[in-house]
C-alpha cells in the first residue's frame, strides 16, 4: 500500500525512474517492519503465556505421533523464536526478567524505542 501511494522515484545518478526499496520506503514513513513488530508482540505474548504458568501450574500435552519426518531442516518452533528474540533484547538473563512486570515493560519499551528488534539475527 504505501509503495502505491509514495509512487516511483527518479534516480538522478541513473537518470531515470525506479521503485523504492523496503528500506528506503520504510525510514520514510517511519513504521516499523512486520519482522520488528512480530518480534516485539511474540514477546509480549510470552510474558502472559509465562505468568500463566507461574500461576497456574498449567501442564503440557504432548502427542507422540508416529509419522515419518519431514526432509530437511526442521522448522522452527515458536519457542526458538522467542529464545532467539529474547537474546537480542534482554542479553543472557533476559528470562528472569519477564517475572517482574515493571522491569519487562521496561524493557520492551527500550527495544522498541531503540529499534533493537530490527537487528538481525545471525
Not at 38 to 60: A, I, P, Y
Not at 95 to 100: G, L
Amino acid at each position: 500500500m504505501y509503495r502505491r501511494i509514495l509512487g516511483p522515484v527518479y534516480d538522478n545518478e541513473k537518470e531515470n525512474w525506479r521503485i523504492l526499496t523496503n528500506k528506503e520506503m520504510y525510514a520514510m514513513i517511519k513504521k516499523p517492519i512486520i519482522t520488528e513488530t512480530k518480534r516485539f508482540e511474540r514477546l509480549h505474548c510470552f510474558r502472559h503465556e509465562e505468568n500463566g504458568r507461574k500461576q497456574n501450574s498449567q501442564k503440557k500435552v504432548y502427542l507422540n505421533l508416529e509419522a515419518t519426518r519431514p526432509r530437511g531442516r526442521p522448522r522452527n518452533r515458536w519457542q526458538d523464536e522467542v529464545r532467539e528474540d529474547g537474546k537480542l533484547v534482554g542479553g543472557k538473563g533476559w528470562k528472569e526478567r519477564v517475572y517482574n512486570r515493571e522491569e519487562w515493560k521496561t524493557l520492551l519499551r527500550t527495544a522498541r524505542n531503540h529499534r533493537i528488534l530490527h537487528m538481525p539475527v545471525e
